[in-house]
T-cell receptor, first 114, second 112 residues
């Protein structure tokens, strides 16, 4: 079974530029999560989708971050405009019908904002 | 006070040592407790999960949960250099797929 795929793996941009990340979850997984992991911290949820609907986006900075999951499969996370404090690893995870613990993470996209 | 506290280390041990990793938490509503391992430049991978209080063993790994003290532990026996990674504790309120609340992670280095 293929794992969660993410691209790009690395991205360097200047502040105030925009950037987009892509995630392809494990086939058949209805729940998709985007987490932000700042260096030295644990992952923090940004947004959770169930199929193509948003379940929780309470911690998403909506003035600059947006996310969508068209057709309930792939998802994109966008930042516009980026700030220095957005430098982090952006992790995508997916879950099938198992419990909350059965979240499978992708390798992440490491974003550096200069 | 953060919901989940975890000493970031780093923790350095010789090969074969017993390692103890710990987290404390403040919210008594947490029911599911997980340990993830994260190698450098990789995503977290689930090691073990425990529901409510008690112990769970899987090979060289043992997870313990003490809900009365709001304290969870992961023990690694006969540690190997391949165990060198960051260990993240995570917690969830329910089984319904809500997002996980993570600790900061403890960086472990096992020397041969």
């Amino acid at each position: 079974e293929a794992g969660v795929a993410q691209s790009p793996r690395y991205k360097i941009i200047e502040k105030r530029q925009s950037v987009a990340f892509w995630c392809n979850p494990i086939s058949g997984h209805a729940t998709l999560y985007w987490y932000q992991q700042i260096l030295g911290q644990g992952p923090k949820l940004l947004i959770q989708f169930q199929n193509n609907g948003v379940v929780d986006d309470s911690q998403l900075p909506k003035d600059r971050f947006s996310a969508e999951r068209l057709k309930g499969v792939d998802s994109t996370l966008k930042i516009q405009p980026a700030k220095l404090e957005d430098s982090a690893v952006y992790l995508c995870a997916s879950r099938g019908t198992g419990g909350a613990y059965e979240q499978y993470f992708g390798p992440g996209t490491r974003l550096t904002v200069t | 006070q953060k919901e989940v506290e975890q000493d970031p280390g780093p923790l350095s041990v010789p090969e074969g040592a017993i390692v103890s990793l710990n987290c404390t938490y403040s919210n008594s509503a947490f029911q599911y407790f997980m340990w993830y391992r994260q190698y450098s430049r990789k995503g977290p991978e689930l090691l073990m999960y425990t529901y409510s209080s008690g112990n769970k063993e899987d090979g060289r790994f043992t997870a313990q949960v003490d809900k009365s003290s709001k304290y969870i532990s992961l023990f690694i026996r006969d540690s190997q250099p391949s165990d060198s990674a960051t260990y993240l504790c995570a917690m969830s309120y329910n089984q319904a797929g809500t997002a996980l609340i993570f600790g900061k992670g403890t960086t472990l280095s096992v020397s041969s």
